[in-house]
């Protein structure tokens, strides 16, 4: 089936600093999704992109739609403790989404 | 709160047995979809309904099965278990059939010993 890349695995950040993390497909999509995941919780919608160069924010959060259709960024600025959890990207063509294996941040208070 | 209700939260039953796990999804969405978590492994598409209908099949075993109902509500169904369906199961809605912006209910621990 389809395979995202999601890049890096896990994070260990001083609270503070700001967090980058991706998704590259070698498939086209139509939406890209960023959900984080809390322990034993489902995971929460953050931020929902829909067209190649989208930029968008939501409070500390921002994430982009790739030019080529073919990735996602979602950055973290001035990280607090409360981030910590794991963060899925899913990206969407027909159908169905297919999520990456996640990037899991720790945040050292 | 996504507005998306699983039940049960946490079952523990032994191999062979069958369980039925079920889901509501939110307020005006037709499509529900099953997503199996286990423990360290990313979210694995299992099954989607649309209004009723089967509209998308990922990776489910033969074993497992789902219908979604008139009133939307949605069953995924497991038997034969085996220790290896330990797992997280999660449901998930969204208003239409491309409607790609899921919403996650809170899962239900399935635990098979």
């Known amino acids: 089936g389809q395979q995202l890349n999601q890049s890096p695995q896990s994070m260990f950040i001083q609270e503070g600093e700001d967090v980058s993390m991706n998704c590259t497909s070698s498939?086209?999509?139509?939406?890209w999704l960023w959900y984080k995941q809390d322990p034993g919780e489902g995971p929460v919608l953050l931020i929902a992109?829909?067209?190649?160069?989208e930029l968008t924010s939501n409070g500390r959060l921002t994430a982009q739609f790739g030019i080529t259709r073919k990735d996602s960024f979602l950055n973290i600025s001035a990280s607090i403790p409360s981030d910590v959890g794991i963060y899925f990207c899913?990206?969407?063509?027909?159908?169905?989404?297919?999520f990456g294996t996640g990037t899991k941040l720790q945040v050292i208070p | 709160d996504s507005g998306v209700t699983q039940t049960p939260k946490h079952l523990i039953t032994a191999t062979g047995q069958r369980v039925t796990l079920r889901c509501s999804p939110r307020s005006g969405d037709l499509s529900v979809y099953w997503y199996q978590q286990s423990l360290d492994q990313g979210l694995q598409f299992l099954i989607q309904y649309y209004n009723g209908e089967e509209r998308a099949k990922g990776n489910i075993l033969e074993r497992f099965s789902a219908q979604q109902f008139p009133d939307l509500h949605s069953e995924l169904n497991l038997s034969s278990l085996e220790l290896g369906d330990s797992a997280l199961y999660f449901c998930?809605?969204?208003?239409?059939?491309?409607?790609?912006?899921?919403?996650f209910g809170e899962g239900s621990w399935l635990t098979v010993v």
């Open positions: 998930a809605s969204s208003v239409g059939q491309y409607e790609n912006t899921i919403y």
């Open positions: 899913g990206s969407a063509g027909y159908q169905k989404v297919t």
């Open positions: 498939s086209i999509f139509n939406t």
């Open positions: 992109l829909y067209k190649a160069g």
